[in-house]
Nanobody
């Protein structure tokens, strides 16, 4: 098993930036595929980005280059750099982990809140 703790959320003005962190513990971090999701009030949870063990990344189309996912296996941490934030980016941001080839077992953190407002 792996435990995930998100941090780095907060209040930011439109156009600003934040870097979220997802710290993993309890298992071999480098074995896991890590994703970021978000959920805004009244909306379903949506996929943002994912990063594989070898650093291969994939992004949801709506990101349009504003968000960047990265990982530091030595620190057991995955980051989400978010630039040019918009009010519609306001949401609870979650970290998710799966360990291939078992894609049925998902691990989630408790989320970190990002609020974009002037």
């Amino acid at each position: 098993q792996v435990q995930l703790v998100e941090s780095g959320g907060g209040l930011v003005q439109p156009g600003g930036s934040l870097r979220l962190s997802c710290l993993a513990s309890g298992s071999t971090f480098s074995s896991y595929l890590i994703h970021w999701y978000r959920q805004a009030p009244g909306n379903q949870r949506e996929f943002i980005a994912g990063i594989a063990r070898d650093g291969t990344t994939n992004y949801a189309g709506f990101m349009k280059g504003r968000f960047t996912i990265s990982r530091d296996n030595d620190k057991s941490t995955v980051y989400l750099q978010m630039n040019n934030l918009k009010p519609e980016d306001t949401a609870l941001y979650y970290c998710n982990a799966v360990k291939p080839p078992d894609f049925a077992t998902n691990y989630w953190g408790n989320g970190t809140l990002v609020t974009v407002s002037s």
